[in-house]
């Protein structure tokens, strides 16, 4: 059985900086890629990025160069460092797993999701 854990959200200032966790277990990260979801209020949920053994990383545009996502596999662990946060960052972050690619990377292609962590950004 899959199960993924999100940790490490909260409230942050903008400008600052959030590290999140997303802990597997029940899979192997070699053979799984792991994405990073958010859902701001009133919006859909959207892509941020992923990484799997095979492809990847990939960003959305709104993030690239102030995020970055990166995995340890010996801790079934995959990290979403958040740098440069802006209040448009703020949302529920979810991770989701799929065999093997990120690629393709529609919210209906992961099968396994966390229960997401709160992330605001707000001065």
């Known amino acids: 059985q899959v199960q993924l854990v999100e940790s490490g959200g909260g409230l942050v200032q903008p400008g600052g900086s959030l590290r999140l966790s997303c802990g597997a277990s029940?899979?192997?990260?070699?053979?799984?890629?792991i994405g990073w979801f958010r859902q701001a209020p009133g919006k859909e949920r959207e892509g941020v990025s992923c990484?799997?053994?095979?492809?990847?990383?990939t960003y959305v545009d709104s993030v690239k160069g102030r995020f970055t996502i990166s995995r340890d596999n010996a801790k079934n662990t995959v990290y979403l460092q958040m740098n440069s946060l802006k209040p448009e960052d703020t949302g529920v972050y979810y991770c989701?797993?799929?065999?093997?690619?990120?690629?393709?990377?529609?919210?209906?292609?992961?099968?396994?999701w966390g229960q997401g962590t709160q992330v605001t950004v707000s001065s």
């Open positions: 989701a797993a799929k065999p093997f690619l990120c690629h393709p990377p529609g919210l209906d292609d992961f099968g396994s």
């Open positions: 029940g899979i192997n990260l070699d053979y799984y890629a």
């Open positions: 990484i799997s053994s095979s492809d990847g990383p």
